[in-house]
Structure formats: C-alpha cells, structure tokens
C-alpha cells in the first residue's frame, strides 16, 4: 500500500517577537564606546590611580572603548588605563540608562 501523499503545508503564524523600537538596546556593533561614573578612589594593583596632569583620584568617569579602558577626571584629562580590561568593566557597570549620539551628550547626562 503506498504511503499517503503529504497535505499541504500549513503556514505558521507571524508573530514579531522584537521589542518595539523605543525599548531595543543598541548592539555592541553599533556602541563606539561605554562609560560609567566612579566616584569613589579607584585602587589597583594596591595602588590609587590619579590622574597624570591634575592629580585628581576621585570622581572618575571610566569609559570603555574599542576593547580599551580610559580614566577620565572631572577637569577633562583622559588617561588609558592598562590594569583595568573590559572584563572587569563589565563586571563593575551596571545597565546602562541611556544611549546618547554623541560623546558630548553623555558627558553632560554624566555630570561632566
């Protein structure tokens, strides 16, 4: 006896799964870089970093960029800091609160 021929396939409904737009966070392909505030002193290695030109050990904005980790103090200077990775950054930050277009937008939702 022959095997009976297949019915038609049924079409499976659609269903978007994505978030609406206003609730998708950006992919790391389209970050250039993240930051987050450090207020307290920063220790590593037993040692408290400062900043290089102004001396400053406080009230960091630690900002991680293209696999680099930079220091940045509250007069502007930026250091990179080669004891941190992005290991340890992600570790340490939390969700992010915002996206911003530019590196000046999110100084300023920062406080910097």
């Given amino acids: 006896m022959p095997a009976p021929e ?7 409904a659609v269903v978007d799964d994505f978030l609406p737009p206003q609730l998708r966070v950006p992919s790391h392909d389209q970050v250039d870089g993240k930051m987050m505030p450090w207020k307290q002193p920063l220790v590593l290695d037993g040692e408290m970093a400062a900043c290089t030109e102004c001396g400053a050990y406080r009230d960091w904005l630690i900002l991680s ?3 680099e980790i ?3 103090c509250r007069a502007g200077h930026q250091q990179q ?17 915002a996206t911003h277009a530019t590196f000046e937008d999110c100084l300023r939702h920062l406080g910097h």
């Fill in 70 to 72: 930079w220091l940045r």
């Fill in 81 to 97: 800091e080669t004891r941190i990775d992005t290991a340890w950054y992600n570790r340490h930050s939390g969700p992010a609160d």
């Fill in 65 to 67: 960029m293209h696999g």
């Fill in 6 to 12: 297949p019915g038609p396939a049924e079409s499976a």
